[in-house]
């Protein structure tokens, strides 16, 4: 079992990640240059805003996303 953390956040609700608050790693992937987690929050208050998020519509490449295999 792998986990991460955050310190503390000052616009938690804008960036969409919990202060001072851990995470579970469920999956490591890499492909060519691009590193990516798959974290889980276990509170699911809150859901990351940020790049390659659910909603990022510019970072997420068709080629990423098969290499991802994200839906």
């Known amino acids: 079992m792998i986990t991460c953390g955050t310190g503390p956040i000052e616009n ?10 851990a995470y579970a790693i469920l999956e490591i992937m890499e492909y060519k240059s691009t ?3 798959l974290v889980k929050n276990p509170w ?10 659910v909603d ?8 990423l996303k098969n290499a ?4």
């Open 56 to 63: 990022d519509k510019v970072n997420w490449t068709v080629e």
């Open 35 to 37: 590193k990516m987690l």
């Open 12 to 21: 938690e609700d804008e960036i969409g990640l919990a202060s001072s608050h």
């Open 68 to 71: 991802f295999n994200y839906k």
């Open 44 to 53: 699911g208050h809150f859901r990351y805003k940020g790049k390659f998020s």
